[in-house]
């Protein structure tokens, strides 16, 4: 056995260990940054969620796109008055993990379930993809 084979097994467990011990943190993180989304929603400060979104994100969706369908989810909605987390999922890569957040949301005028993509990087998390799903919605799918 070489010595690179030999020592394999140890600097995986160490990237286990380390990327384990961090999953409550960035899920942590991913759930305050749901929060600042939410309470920026119920502001209508639509254009400070789209500054904040990665820019990955500001090149797929045009502002005026995304301002058309918060204002829609807002208007037919209301605010979110419980956000109540039902599944994440991360995934940890070198040049940036993602970490996903479901919530099963309950608005002023209804109910619904949104998906967030936080994408980490060295700054923090940005918004890389919002996804929500609600029958007041005339189509149930809006993205």
Not at 17 to 28: E, K, L, M, Q, R
Not at 44 to 68: G, T
Not at 108 to 131: C, I, P
């Amino acid at each position: 056995m070489n010595r690179r084979t030999r020592l394999l097994p140890g600097v995986l467990l160490i990237a286990i260990v380390i990327f384990g011990c961090s999953a409550p943190a960035d899920i942590g993180s991913a759930s305050a940054a749901g929060k600042k989304f939410h309470d920026r929603f119920a502001q209508q400060n639509y254009a400070a969620i789209y500054a904040d979104a990665d820019p990955k994100f500001r090149v797929a969706v045009k502002q005026d796109d995304l301002n058309s369908l918060l204002r829609r989810v807002h208007d037919k909605l209301g605010n979110v008055t419980d956000a109540a987390r039902t599944g994440f999922y991360v995934n940890y890569r070198f040049d940036g993990s993602t970490i996903t957040i479901t919530y099963s949301t309950k608005f002023q005028l209804g109910e619904g379930q949104e998906q967030f993509v936080w994408l980490k990087s060295g700054d923090g998390l940005r918004l890389l993809n919002y996804n929500i799903k609600s029958p007041a919605l005339n189509d149930s799918n809006v993205q």
